[in-house]
């Protein structure tokens, strides 16, 4: 099984200061404990073996596009992934950043949404593409509204990588909860079924994104959306689905 590994931040930081001769540059850059993936990562035993454990942030766009909405779902999914033990995590309260953010390299994971604009600068589109080559993980979560947006977004990040929808084999349908007939569809959109693309570099999924499903209102708190226990569950099945997916691919 291939494993992220991060450092603690105090450990993080005493390899920062021993291995920086000047200031901390201004711009994002890969943290000590972001690991770069080699053409063949070396496996790992299993989760014990990280020094931290698994992290998430929202990421953080302009454009008008409401990205702090699904208010409570990563709290939720971080939650869930602590008591059902399947990840080591290493938080308890979401991380908001920018693709330009320098704390942007503490997370192995980020999760955008929203029902607009979603909008990022060159800079931030640069810096987005580097985090991604680099072992980062983005899991989009259409809202109703940001897929026009957010596919031109992904042209621009990578124009020669299209997204391409994953089949029902792949192992994000699998592992560490089984989905044979693809992602739940929690919330009706544009009358399609749920579906799952993804953006393959060298062979390894750097974007997932959840189209027509809603998984995210599917994990927020009870009540906000009226949605029974049975979808609920089906819903916060699949996103630590992809959260493990996050940590062992």
């Not at 200031?23 to 020094?51: L, W």
């Not at 992934?81 to 920018?98: I, N, P, S, W």
């Not at 979560?141 to 020669?160: A, I």
């Not at 007939?181 to 079924?193: L, V």
């Amino acid at each position: 099984m291939k494993v992220r590994v991060f450092l603690s931040p105090l450990l993080a930081g005493l390899v920062g200061a021993l291995a920086a001769p000047g200031p901390t540059p201004a711009t994002a850059q890969p943290a000590p404990g972001f690991v770069e993936r080699a053409a063949r990562p070396v496996a790992r035993a299993g989760f014990g073996e990280r020094a931290g454990g698994f992290t998430i942030a929202r990421l953080k766009y302009t454009g008008g596009g409401d990205w702090y909405s699904d208010e409570t779902s990563l709290v939720n999914l971080i939650r869930t992934l602590r008591a059902r033990g399947e990840v080591r995590v290493g938080q308890e309260k979401e991380a908001v950043v920018t693709a330009a953010d320098p704390d942007l390299w503490n997370y192995p994971m980020l999760f955008v949404t929203g029902h607009g604009n979603v909008k990022l600068s060159e800079e931030e589109t640069r810096s987005l593409r580097r985090y991604l080559d680099q072992g980062g993980l983005l899991w989009a979560d259409d809202n109703f509204g940001m897929d026009k947006s957010f596919r031109e977004l992904m042209r621009r990040v990578y124009p020669e990588t299209p997204l391409v929808e994953l089949p029902f084999t792949h192992p994000l349908f699998h592992y560490p909860n089984s989905f044979p007939n693809g992602a739940p569809k929690i919330h009706e959109h544009d009358g399609g079924p749920a579906r799952v693309f993804a953006i393959l570099r060298n062979g390894r999924v750097a974007v997932i994104y959840t189209f027509d499903c809603d998984i995210g209102n599917g994990i927020e708190d009870e009540g906000i959306h009226d949605d029974p226990p049975a979808k609920r569950e089906q819903a916060m099945r699949f996103a630590v689905n992809v959260a493990t997916y996050a940590v062992t691919n």
